[in-house]
């Protein structure tokens, strides 16, 4: 039999040049290569997101930290001013002002959208748009 019947009783008769057989055989290939390229690039670009995502963390636990340590340092400076040290009164301006740009530094607006994705990102599997799959 030279004819295959398909499933809907159509028959599809097999090529009968070279020309079309190397055709065919084209067409599959770069059917299925495109397929594992698209498949490839959307996994890169999951995999950018979540870089992107690491790198905005980072950045806020490394301004977080310097938010911390600013008032740490300025209490220990108030402290030991206060119980007598007299070195430490001449630094604690200097630290006051590095305290409070570290507080300016910080933006309620980055803490928020962080939190904010990180809770997207664990309840709803990292879909941030409507109807994303």
Request: contains cysteine; charged residues 15%.
């Given at each position: 039999?030279?004819?295959?019947?398909?499933?809907?009783?159509?028959?599809?008769?097999?090529?009968?040049?070279?020309?079309?057989?190397?055709?065919?055989?084209?067409?599959?290939?770069?059917?299925l290569v495109m397929t594992l390229l698209g498949f490839a690039a959307a996994q890169q670009r999951?995999?950018?997101r979540n870089a992107s995502r690491t790198a905005s963390n980072a950045r806020l636990a490394v301004t977080?930290?310097?938010?911390?340590?600013?008032?740490q340092k300025e209490r220990g400076l108030t402290t030991g001013s206060?119980?007598?040290?007299?070195?430490?009164?001449p630094g604690l301006p200097t630290q006051r002002a590095a305290t409070d740009a570290a507080r300016r530094a910080l933006s309620v607006?980055?803490?928020?959208?962080?939190l904010m994705d990180?809770?997207?990102?664990?309840?709803?599997?990292?879909r941030t748009r409507v109807g994303a799959q």
């Open positions: 039999m030279t004819a295959a019947h398909c499933a809907l009783g159509t028959t599809m008769t097999a090529p009968r040049t070279v020309r079309a057989k190397l055709t065919r055989i084209l067409v599959v290939s770069l059917a999951g995999n950018y977080l930290q310097g938010l911390i340590h600013g008032p206060v119980g007598g040290v007299t070195e430490f009164r607006r980055d803490v928020l959208a962080a990180q809770v997207v990102h664990k309840h709803i599997g990292g």
